[in-house]
Nanobody, 114 residues
Framework: QVQLVESGGGLVQAGGSLRLSCAAS????????MGWFRQAPGKQRELVAT???????YYADSVKGRFTISRDNAKNTVYLRMNSLRPEDTAVYYC????????WGQGTQVTVSS
């Protein structure tokens, strides 16, 4: 079983930045593609970004150019750097293996004030 722990969320003003971390209990980060997802109140969980074992990344159009996903295999950790944050980025952010999406952490809340 894989345990995932997200951290780094918080309250930030529009235009600000945050860096989220997702620490895995096993080597999942290095051997699997990983993804960041988010869920806003009343909305479905959506895919934000992915990174595969070769370092190839994907971004949803809504975050392209503002968010950067990266990975530190030695630390079994995936990061999401979020710049130029907007109120519509407010959500709980989760990480998971992609495309399996079989294990989830508790998420980390990101709130962007206008």
């Amino acid at each position: 079983q894989v345990q995932l722990v997200e951290s780094g969320g918080g309250l930030v003003q529009a235009g600000g930045s945050l860096r989220l971390s997702c620490a895995a209990s096993a080597r999942s980060v290095s051997i699997n593609a990983m993804g960041w997802f988010r869920q806003a109140p009343g909305k479905q969980r959506e895919l934000v970004a992915t990174i595969n074992s070769g370092g190839i990344t994907y971004y949803a159009d809504s975050v392209k150019g503002r968010f950067t996903i990266s990975r530190d295999n030695a630390k079994n950790t995936v990061y999401l750097r979020m710049n130029s944050l907007r109120p519509e980025d407010t959500a709980v952010y989760y990480c998971s293996r992609y495309p399996q999406m079989d294990y989830w952490g508790q998420g980390t809340q990101v709130t962007v004030s206008s």
